[in-house]
């Protein structure tokens, strides 16, 4: 695993990460998980999992979209948001009712463009994605359960194994490259990049030998 003073570093770089690719929509500084947080959510369903903790506000960082990253010590996760996007005609009742918004070219302009960043920056009406992070050495098989791994989805036991322990910074990486893809590239083609580039893959731990059997080199693998 890595260090307690690495995770806390990169969980709050994290945090400048996501608002230079500008989806930040929220965060956390001191965030607390209580201990019956897994009891809580384990019955719920995906949404309502989603929901509370939002509600509750269990969660270092959330995206305009209001989906989630959680990032514990051996486990991060991001929640992508259960909600639906909103069609031009939705929008405009949710958030400009008034019949004034509509009359005036200007402001039509103004609503249209806003709406284009709402499509950019939201899920569309796909099912959601999360994806959680594990590194766990209790555990740990060379054949069936790598030490550190991906799991994309709900209730699978999918495990994709990674060579690299990530970090909170490397993963939140990772998910605004894969999911986020034009605000991303906006970006990367900024010289904002240049602030954590160096963080995302380079000077990442391996795992200890004990887990890593060298018969794990032979099958395909992120890293």
């Known amino acids: 695993m890595i260090n307690l003073a690495t995770f806390n570093t990169t969980a709050k770089a994290s945090v400048n990460l996501v608002r230079n690719v500008d989806v930040l929509g929220n965060y956390n500084n001191a965030i607390y998980y209580p201990e019956h947080m897994p009891g809580e959510l384990r019955p719920l369903t995906y949404e309502k999992a989603w929901q509370k903790c939002t509600e509750n506000q269990w969660f270092n960082i959330q995206l305009e979209d209001g989906s989630l990253f959680i990032f514990k010590y051996n486990s991060y996760t991001y929640l992508m948001t259960p909600i639906k996007t909103l069609n031009y005609e939705e929008y405009l009742e949710v958030y400009y009712p008034e019949d004034e918004w509509g009359d005036v070219e200007e402001y039509k302009v103004m609503i249209s463009q806003e709406y284009d960043n709402y499509i950019d920056t939201h899920t569309k009406n796909y099912p959601p994605m999360p994806v959680r992070y ?3 050495d209790e555990h740990y098989c060379e054949h069936s359960h790598p030490y550190c791994h991906f799991h994309f989805g709900s209730e699978n036991e999918g ?7 990530l970090t909170p910074l490397s993963f939140t990486a990772f998910i605004l490259r894969s999911f986020y893809p034009k605000a991303w ?6 010289k904002l990049i240049e602030e954590h580039i160096d ?20 099958f395909l693998h992120i890293g």
Do not use: C, H
């Not at 495990?159 to 322990?165: P, W």
């Not at 590239?185 to 900024?190: H, L, Q």
């Open 134 to 136: 594990d590194i766990d």
């Open 199 to 218: 963080s995302f893959r380079l000077g990442l731990q391996t795992p200890p030998q004990e887990f890593w059997a060298n018969s794990e080199n032979s």
């Open 185 to 190: 590239k906006i970006y990367a083609e900024s």
């Open 159 to 165: 495990r994709i194994a990674t060579k690299k322990v």
